[in-house]
């Protein structure tokens, strides 16, 4: 990308495309379009294509996309599909048409079969069956990678697919229920020091392990590859560290000062056993994720600590 290209960032309100947003505007890239949700639906193709013909942009990066925990995963399968499908098949088919010169996906971990060898390599996508909690949301993922690699193949284009871990950060959604799993501890650990409570539900056995890459590290990444990865083989984007539940909740639990205990409610799904992936490719690319996980959550911690404030202000 050329400092002046003109480059389409789709789903720049969410976790991934505002640090996307602020990584580009820091890197001098000055043209960058954007539209919220209320301006262009990307689940509409006629809107999508209309939207496309005219702006012509030659770079895009589609982080839009429907995400949530696993909780979300569960009570909504049917919009975790319906509103992933429809906005990769509109852009990625719309970016075809308009004749832009490379689009980066972003896929993720949930594509890897649930008993996975791990850390998981980017050969094993579609070797094994899916983990139940968000199969719908995994094969619209995969339905968008295939759909990157067909067009490759035949139109001749450059659409890149990087396979996203767990991402966090400071934008991301606090509330408890439907949210991934760290917002959801900051959130339930906070409130727990401020009332003062004996003890924090962290939902599960506490086993599962999961990777983490904080968001400013995908922005990172994403521009990386934008500018240097021509392969139509998918690649991994993560830390490559993996830690359990439990020692998550401990650091979780540290950073934001809470004395009382922790208690694992098994009545709450545990989710795939294992999810790591083998970042070996992009690390030797060149590109490792800068941030530590301890260092990450301090970072989205002074966010929302600030975002409450100016909450209580106003109530
Ligand atoms: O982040 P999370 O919801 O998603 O949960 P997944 C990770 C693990 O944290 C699970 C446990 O084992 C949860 O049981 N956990 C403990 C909690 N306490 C909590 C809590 O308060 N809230 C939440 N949310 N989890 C997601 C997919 O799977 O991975 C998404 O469902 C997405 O679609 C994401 O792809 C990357 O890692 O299990």
């Known amino acids: ?11 720049d309100n969410g ?3 505002s640090a996307l947003a602020g990584f580009l505007k820091k890197g001098g890239y000055g043209n960058i379009i954007t539209k919220s949700r209320r301006q262009l639906d990307l689940r509409r ?3 999508v294509e209309s939207f ?7 770079y895009v990066f589609l982080a839009a996309a429907r995400v949530g925990g696993i909780a979300a995963n569960i009570n909504y399968p049917a919009e975790f599909i319906y509103d992933n499908l429809a906005i990769q098949t509109n852009v990625i088919n719309s970016a075809y048409k308009a004749g832009v010169k490379k689009l980066l996906f972003f896929a993720s971990a949930c594509m890897y079969p649930k008993n996975c060898p791990q850390p998981m390599q980017e050969s094993r996508i579609l070797s094994g069956e899916l983990e139940p909690t968000n199969e719908p949301y995994a094969m619209a993922k995969i339905c968008g990678l295939k759909m990157c690699e067909a067009y490759n193949r035949q139109y001749k284009t450059n659409f890149i697919c990087a396979v996203l871990t767990n991402a966090y950060g400071c934008k991301d959604d606090f ?35 999961r990777e ?6 995908v922005a990172g990444a994403a521009v990386f590859l934008m500018n240097t990865y021509n ?6 984007v993560g830390s490559g560290r993996g830690v359990s539940i439990k020692e998550l909740s401990l650091i979780v639990k540290e950073v934001i000062g809470y004395k009382g ?23 030797t690319l060149g590109f490792k994720a800068g941030v530590s996980l301890e260092e990450g959550i301090k970072k989205t911690y002074e966010t929302f600590q600030s975002q409450e404030e100016i909450l209580n202000s106003r109530r």
Do not use: C
């Open 1 to 11: 990308m050329e400092k002046d290209s003109k480059i389409y960032l789709a789903g």
């Open 15 to 17: 976790l991934i495309g």
């Open 45 to 47: 193709q006629a809107d």
């Open 52 to 58: 496309f013909d005219k702006e012509r942009p030659e």
């Open 175 to 209: 509330q408890t229920e439907d949210s991934h799993v760290i917002p959801a501890l900051i959130g339930k650990f906070h409130r727990a020091k401020i009332s003062g409570a004996d003890s924090v539900s962290v939902w599960g056995s506490g086993k599962p392990e």
């Open 212 to 217: 983490f890459i904080f968001a400013d590290d």
């Open 231 to 236: 392969d139509p083989a998918p690649i991994n």
């Open 261 to 283: 205990e922790v208690v694992f409610d098994s009545s709450k799904p545990d989710g795939i056993p294992r999810k790591v992936l083998d970042v070996s490719k992009l690390n």
